[in-house]
């Protein structure tokens, strides 16, 4: 155990070492108190077996690798999963960015990377185009990630047939046999009802077409990011101990009938900041009442905002790269023109990740 700092003591309303803000209490801290523990946190055997679990779902694209999943600084739910997968990845000469539903400055940002740098030693970016490793809740960046880069997405809800049937047991023979019938139905009903698939964020997709995966909480927007990409996608849930993987240049196709095609998001209006229209808008309000559109990620929307025809792979050796709408007209799942919708809430699962 440290010593308490000199000056410290329990009166009301004054801080343990006499300092004005956290923040000056965060400054104020030395390394000693981090003495007694290994590298990047977690022991040496959690980061092997964490490892291990990587590169099985590397091997098998979509299937759900179970592994020791460890208590950490935080309660289970907020992204305790994707920290163990980023820990047991990062090494000293490694650049670490974290994204919090497109933010960089979220307090859950801030401090998972605070304690990547004071733990591992590592450099952390804001910028997209710097990092190694991306750890992220709810969002794909905008710009084009390339082969060096690993992206790790933070999982509530791993099992997407969970929304049909609740029993896991059952849904691992349903994963086992292929048999996706139920989710079919799932997407039927929805037409029917509302004459598209009314599925927000955490939209089902098929991996290399065999396994049925859970994109994670994120947007419509960002599936079509996932197929045939460059870069490595792991999804960790720390809560259910899976994690599961898409490598580069896999297949993944949304589950979609053929006369119902699979469309994301459409905007009308264009970011207030930068004026980006290809870009995954939030709609805001002012204190006058007026709604407003603004870029989610807000790394590329600064960069917009100095260069507006600012490519989404400016950063890449190649130039047009279709990642997302906007960016070319390959994808044609998002660039359908039917008649628009108004999309409800976003699904997270009920829960933070």
């Known amino acids: 155990m440290t010593e308490r700092p000199s000056g410290a003591n329990n009166e009301a309303g004054t801080d343990m070492t006499g300092a004005a803000t956290v923040g000056e209490v965060l400054d104020g801290l030395s390394d000693d108190g981090l003495e007694g523990y290994t590298y990047a946190y977690l022991d040496e055997h959690t980061k092997r077996e964490v490892r291990r679990a990587v590169l099985k779902a590397v091997a098998i694209p979509g299937h759900q690798v179970p592994f020791a999943s460890r208590p950490m600084p935080l309660a289970r739910g907020w992204g305790t999963g994707g920290i163990q997968t980023s820990l047991s990845l990062l090494g000293p000469a490694e650049t670490f960015k974290v994204i919090d539903q497109g933010a960089d400055d979220s307090v859950n940002a801030a401090n998972i990377r605070r304690l990547a740098a004071r733990t591992a030693d590592v450099e952390t970016t804001t910028d997209t185009t710097a990092a190694d490793v991306i750890q992220t809740r709810h969002r794909i960046p905008e710009e084009v990630l ?25 849904n691992r023979r349903r994963h086992a046999h292929a048999n996706y019938g139920k989710i079919w139905v799932r997407l039927y009903e929805s037409i029917v009802e509302h004459g598209e698939v009314q599925i927000a964020a955490r939209y089902p997709v098929m991996v290399a077409g065999r396994y049925l995966m859970d994109p994670s909480p994120i947007p419509r927007w960002d599936v079509p990011k996932l197929d045939n990409a460059e870069n490595l996608f792991l999804f960790a849930a720390g809560r259910e101990a899976r994690i599961y993987a898409v490598p580069p240049h896999t297949d993944v196709q949304p589950l979609a009938f053929e006369d119902r095609p699979f469309r994301v998001e459409r905007f009308d209006g264009a970011c207030r900041a930068c004026g980006a229209t290809d870009t995954y808008l939030t709609e805001i309000e002012t204190e006058d009442g007026e709604r407003l559109f ?52 976003p699904d997270t699962g009920g829960d933070r990740t």
């Open 146 to 170: 390339g082969a060096d880069q690993v992206l790790v997405l933070q999982v509530p809800i791993t099992d997407p047939l969970r929304t049909v049937d609740p029993s896991d047991a059952a």
């Open 294 to 345: 603004v870029c989610n990620d807000t790394s590329f929307c600064e960069k917009r905002q100095e260069e507006p025809a600012l490519p989404k792979d400016h950063h890449l050796d190649r130039s047009g790269v279709d990642w997302g709408p906007g960016t070319g007209t390959s994808v044609e799942m998002a660039t359908d023109t039917g008649p628009a919708t108004d999309d409800p809430a």
